[in-house]
C-alpha cells in the first residue's frame, strides 16, 4: 500500500477528531489499523488474510423500548463513521425527503469520513418513512439513518 506521511497525518488526525480508538483502512490485500492508546498511536501493516475481520458495532441508535416496537421495520443504515448530510451542499434540495419514493440506486445521502464524501445509496426501491438523523450530526456504524418501506 503506497501511503506518504501526510496521508499516515490525515488518518491520525481523524482517529483524534472522531475520538476513535481503531480506525482501519484496506486496500487490497493489505490493511493499516491505528490503534490509540494513552501514551501513543500504533501503527500496523498486515495482509489482510492474516487478520480476522473486525466484529460489526452494535448500533448506537434508538432505545430498546422503541427498538422492540420497530421489530419489522426496514432501516437504511450508515456503512461506516462520518457525517451525515442530506444534500450534496448547504445551497441544495436534499436528496430525499419524508414520504418520497426512492428507486434502486438513487443516492439517499452523503456520510463523510476522512475529508471523502460517500454517497449512500439505495439497495432497493421505496419510500421514505421517517429521516432519523438531523443534518451535520455525526454517525456511528451501524445508525439507523432513514426508516424505509421496500416497494
Known amino acids: ?20 480508538d481503531e480506525l482501519e483502512l484496506e486496500q487490497g490485500e493489505e490493511r493499516i489499523v ?8 500504533a501503527v500496523m501493516a498486515a ?13 448506537s441508535a434508538a432505545p ?6 420497530d421489530d419489522d421495520a426496514t432501516y437504511v443504515t450508515s456503512p461506516f463513521v462520518g457525517t ?12 430525499v425527503k419524508k414520504g418520497a419514493a426512492f428507486g434502486k440506486g438513487q443516492t439517499l445521502c452523503i456520510v463523510e469520513a476522512m475529508k471523502l464524501m460517500n454517497e449512500i445509496e439505495a439497495e432497493y426501491d421505496g419510500v421514505i ?10 454517525v456511528e456504524y451501524g445508525d439507523r439513518l432513514f426508516k424505509v418501506t421496500p416497494s
Open 1 to 20: 500500500m503506497d501511503i506518504d506521511l501526510d496521508q499516515l497525518r490525515d488518518l491520525m488526525q481523524a482517529l483524534k477528531d472522531f475520538e476513535l
Open 84 to 95: 451525515f448530510y442530506r444534500a450534496p451542499n448547504p445551497g441544495s434540495e436534499p436528496f
Open 34 to 41: 491505528l490503534r490509540r492508546t494513552s501514551a501513543a498511536t
Open 129 to 138: 418513512d421517517e429521516i432519523l438523523v438531523e443534518n451535520g450530526q455525526p
Open 64 to 69: 430498546a423500548a422503541a427498538a422492540a416496537e
Open 47 to 59: 495482509p489482510m488474510a492474516s487478520v480476522p475481520p473486525p466484529a460489526p458495532a452494535a448500533p
